[in-house]
């Protein structure tokens, strides 16, 4: 390709449009500092974000302590939690919707009860535009349908990154200061399953990775249930929840129950409200997640030919937990551990929820939060940092990488990868019902697919360039999600081996951390402070009320207490 490159210089770089990214930008231009925000979408409606209609907040909470609120963190997180960053989601949330509001989102229900928490969410609709108009308003210049493919690495410092326009193929430099990573979660592309994630394939979490950043909790799954019958048909679906732009009033959104019921009296078992029920499966008369026994919208066991049944967990494939995938923190602004980068939302291994999910609406609401604190960050480290130089040369090299599958005289189409790749990860038995030999093959498979096609891919048009870059990108996570679920050798939370159907506090009270070491991935366990171990005194069950299937036969046969 021979168009010149567009060189940016700022202080700030944000990659991605989701809450996180908005409000990283527009916390880091309330500070002074210049910013560009990159989205591959269009700001405000890109990921995940369009979907989301609840917040999760600790705001007048009559009746309910914050005691339970930590308490319901940690059953739910199965321990797993950083509970420093559940405290700042309970301490800041309030204060961000309060600036969705200011800055036009309409609400519906306020404080209103998820059956089996006792946490309030606060419905809203159709926060995109307003964040996208404020961000405008505070001086933040919008790099819209620009997919960033490669952070600019010098002297172990990140100092922006390159990419392109999706319909011009414009080649982008954008030199910054600090960057900070908000391109959402990752995912598989399950079109058409009944949750809008096609869009999040893990290019943050790629392109962190690649430069040296550590990455973590991909041994977990989302467990959003998908369509019943045919996964593919879309016939059965009969609403979006939180699409703003389709609804007539937020009051008939989803998200919570049609009434507002008083808090669960306990937490225990079912009661929990994590989805983890979901991400396993069901063991009444069958395997977990045989088609024919699938969950009902009430958690009922309910028939294949019930047109309540939903195909639990495929619909968000290659997800992990909401805030439990990404860059690893380094500190309660979502710092990396390479200089100049920082992540946020989605993309950004918080472990606010831990092994499960802790309350209804904390991922929209962590992701403003963390956005918030990334952003100031960003902006006070930039503010003393002098001008990154990247010489013409090697921002050439960048851009020739960027735009090898079109240079190239043949290669495979980036659409047949992804269908392999599908084909390896979609099965239940190798992303939800885990064995060690079944990850083991699929990694084999895998790891066949990146080192035969993955740099050999041809497009012909700047739409496919999107795919190549996004295959590689899928690609990757699909090696971290088999490498981070082969090496957590017990089950914990939406995480199942079927060789292991047990807690091992002994081995596992940790983050699994895959790190980049010299081209090859390895895996680095991570302790979890002993002042977030569940009490010395309290029963296995009193732990852990969830009984994963053969799970107490299992511990006999190994010598856990029971």
């Known amino acids: 390709m021979n168009k010149a490159v567009t060189k940016i210089e700022t202080d700030v770089l944000v990659i991605g449009g989701?809450?996180?990214?908005?409000?990283?930008?527009?916390?880091?231009?309330?500070?002074?500092?210049?910013?560009?925000?990159?989205?591959?979408?269009r700001t405000g409606r890109s990921?995940?974000?369009?979907?989301?209609?609840?917040?999760?907040?600790?705001?007048?909470?009559?009746?309910?302590?914050?005691?339970?609120?930590?308490?319901?963190?940690?059953?739910?997180?199965?321990?797993?939690?950083?509970?420093?960053?559940?405290?700042?989601?309970?301490?800041?949330?309030?204060?961000?919707?309060?600036?969705?509001?200011?800055?036009?989102?309409?609400?519906?229900?306020?404080?209103?009860?998820?059956?089996?928490?006792?946490?309030?969410?606060?419905?809203?609709?159709?926060a995109g535009d307003p964040m996208r108009k404020r961000a405008v308003e505070v001086g933040v210049n919008l790099l819209e349908r620009v997919m960033v493919t490669t952070l600019i690495k010098q002297e172990d410092k990140v100092v922006g990154a390159v990419g392109f326009h999706m319909e011009s193929g414009r080649p982008y430099a954008i030199l910054a200061k600090a960057t900070v990573m908000c391109a959402g979660p990752?995912?598989?592309?399950?079109?058409?399953?009944?949750?809008?994630?096609?869009?999040?394939?893990?290019?943050?979490?790629?392109?962190?990775?690649?430069?040296?950043?550590?990455?973590s909790g991909k041994e977990f799954n989302d467990a959003h249930p998908s369509n019943a019958f045919n996964p593919l048909d879309e016939s059965s679906l009969k609403s979006v929840s939180g699409d703003g732009n389709h609804k007539t009033s937020v009051l008939k959104l989803g998200g919570?129950?049609?009434?507002?019921?008083?808090?669960?009296?306990?937490?225990?078992?079912?009661?929990?409200?994590?989805r983890i029920d979901k991400a396993i499966g069901f063991n009444q008369g069958g395997n977990p997640i045989e088609p024919k026994y699938c969950a009902g919208p009430g958690g009922e066991i309910v028939g294949r030919t019930d047109e309540r049944g939903g195909h639990v967990g495929f619909s968000t494939l290659g997800m992990s937990n909401h805030k439990g995938e990404g860059v690893f923190p380094q500190d309660l602004n979502g710092a990396s551990n390479i200089a100049g980068l920082w992540a946020a939302g989605d993309g950004l291994c918080s472990m606010q929820n831990g092994a499960g999910y802790a309350g209804f609406g904390s991922s929209s609401s962590g992701s403003a939060v963390q956005g918030a604190r990334a952003g100031i960050a960003a902006?006070?480290?930039?503010?003393?940092?002098?001008?990154?130089?990247?010489?013409?040369?090697?921002?050439?090299?960048?851009k020739n990488r960027m735009f090898a599958p079109m240079t190239r005289e043949k290669g495979y189409s980036p659409a047949w990868v992804t269908r392999m790749l599908q084909n390896t990860m979609s099965p239940?038995?190798?992303?939800?019902?885990?064995?060690?030999?079944?990850?083991?093959?699929?990694?084999?498979?895998?790891?066949?697919?990146?080192?035969?096609?993955?740099?050999?891919?041809?497009?012909?048009?700047?739409?496919?360039?999107?795919?190549?870059?996004?295959?590689?990108?899928?690609?990757?996570?699909?090696?971290?999600?088999?490498?981070?679920?082969?090496?957590?050798?017990?089950?914990?939370?939406?995480?199942?081996r079927e060789d292991f159907p047990y807690r091992d506090d002994a081995n596992f009270l940790c983050w699994i951390k895959l790190v980049n070491k010299e081209g090859a991935m390895q895996v680095v366990k991570h302790p979890i402070p002993e002042k977030w171990h569940p009490a010395a005194n309290l029963s296995y069950?009193?732990?852990?009320?969830?009984?994963?299937?053969?799970e107490d036969e299992k511990r006999l046969e190994v010598g856990i207490e029971v």
């Open 18 to 41: 989701g809450f996180a990214g908005c409000y990283a930008s527009i916390k880091a231009a309330e500070q002074g500092a210049k910013v560009v925000m990159a989205v591959k979408g």
């Open 428 to 496: 239940y038995f190798v992303m939800y019902v885990k064995e060690r030999s079944r990850m083991e093959g699929a990694l084999n498979h895998i790891m066949y697919l990146q080192n035969k096609f993955a740099s050999q891919l041809k497009v012909y048009d700047f739409h496919d360039l999107r795919s190549a870059h996004e295959t590689q990108n899928m690609l990757l996570n699909a090696e971290m999600k088999l490498r981070a679920g082969l090496a957590r050798e017990e089950s914990r939370g939406t995480h199942y």
């Open 256 to 274: 919570g129950p049609p009434s507002a019921p008083g808090p669960a009296d306990t937490l225990k078992g079912e009661q929990l409200g994590l």
């Open 186 to 215: 990752a995912s598989f592309k399950p079109l058409g399953m009944g949750y809008p994630c096609s869009s999040t394939t893990a290019d943050g979490d790629a392109m962190a990775y690649r430069v040296g950043a550590e990455i």
């Open 379 to 398: 902006a006070h480290y930039a503010a003393e940092q002098p001008s990154p130089v990247v010489d013409e040369a090697t921002l050439s090299e960048y």
């Open 47 to 126: 990921g995940l974000t369009p979907w989301a209609n609840s917040w999760f907040v600790y705001h007048e909470t009559k009746g309910v302590t914050r005691e339970q609120y930590i308490q319901q963190f940690k059953l739910s997180g199965e321990y797993l939690n950083n509970l420093d960053y559940s405290e700042i989601l309970m301490n800041e949330s309030w204060d961000r919707f309060q600036e969705l509001v200011a800055w036009g989102t309409p609400t519906g229900r306020q404080y209103y009860y998820q059956p089996g928490t006792v946490s309030r969410s606060i419905e809203y609709v159709g």
């Open 541 to 550: 069950r009193d732990k852990y009320p969830f009984i994963y299937p053969e």
